[in-house]
């Protein structure tokens, strides 16, 4: 009787395929032999956790991917997800927010893993109105920042490439592929490369009334996180570019 992929066997095959790899390949990296890879692809062979782990970090999973590979195993899941208010949290979550206060007098935001503003700085308020809305992905393409960003049309496709780039890393995630077809939608009408051929990186230039201010966008993250909400928690720091847009912001910050 040919025996039935299992949940686990799927999953370890689509991601294979989704890396290029053979088995061949797979059981190289995972120190392990290809005709095992073979036999729990296919449903023969039933995994150990210890198996489950070499496989994720040979497939360089993210952490929620992981433990959903665990968990179509049969396994519990290795990595916790705490909120990020939990107590389980609070020194980082410290560390996020003394990020953020000392970044003043610019805007610094902290972003889940689905782009919602989970934490940010004053001067992010007093700079950009967001109308209620939280997730960066919504306000920069059908929200309230899209009309407030002059280069929009030059940075549109670099945000939709960034957006599918992490949707490829989470395959299952619903929400993360809307937020990609979104964007994509709204970028159809923009050129695809950027009209500045001299740009070194591409970050937003704000209109605020007559003025264009011209921003400096840097991510910053945990190193070697093993809570997946810290994995997938970034921080957007933004500087300004140059001296008008430096007294902007010291000017918006009483300064």
């Known amino acids: ?63 929620r991917e992981r433990n959903g590979l665990f968990l179509s195993a049969g396994l519990a899941p290795v990595y916790p997800e705490s909120a990020l208010d939990s107590d389980d949290l609070a020194s980082f979550r410290m560390v996020v927010d003394r990020m953020l206060e000392s970044h003043e007098p610019y805007p610094a935001y902290a972003l889940d893993g689905h782009w919602n503003i989970v934490r940010a700085n004053a001067a992010a308020g007093r700079f950009l109105a967001d109308a209620g809305e939280r997730n960066v992905v919504r306000l920069t393409y059908a929200g309230a920042w899209r009309g407030l960003i002059d280069n929009w049309d030059d940075i549109a496709w670099a945000g939709v490439r960034r957006l599918q780039a992490e949707a490829a890393r989470y395959p299952q995630d619903t929400e993360l592929a809307e937020l990609v077809d979104l964007a994509a939608d709204a970028a159809r009408s923009a050129p695809r490369g950027p009209a500045d051929s001299s740009a070194r990186v591409l970050c937003p230039h704000f209109r605020i009334g007559d003025q264009v201010v011209r921003t400096i ?20 720091l933004i500087f300004p570019e140059d001296e008008p847009a430096q007294r902007f912001f010291e000017q918006l910050g009483g300064r």
Request: charged share 20%; proline share 6%; glycine share 8%.
């Open 1 to 63: 009787m040919t025996p039935q992929a299992t949940p686990f066997g799927s999953a370890l095959r689509r991601w294979r395929l989704g890396h290029g790899w053979s088995q061949l390949e797979l059981s190289l990296a995972a120190e392990t032999t290809s005709r095992h890879v073979s036999f729990l692809e296919t449903g023969r062979s039933r995994p150990s956790r210890d198996m489950v782990g070499r496989l994720a970090e040979a497939l360089a999973l993210p952490l």
């Open 217 to 236: 966008s840097v991510v910053a993250g945990f190193g070697t996180p093993l809570d997946v909400t810290l994995e997938e928690l970034r921080i957007e």
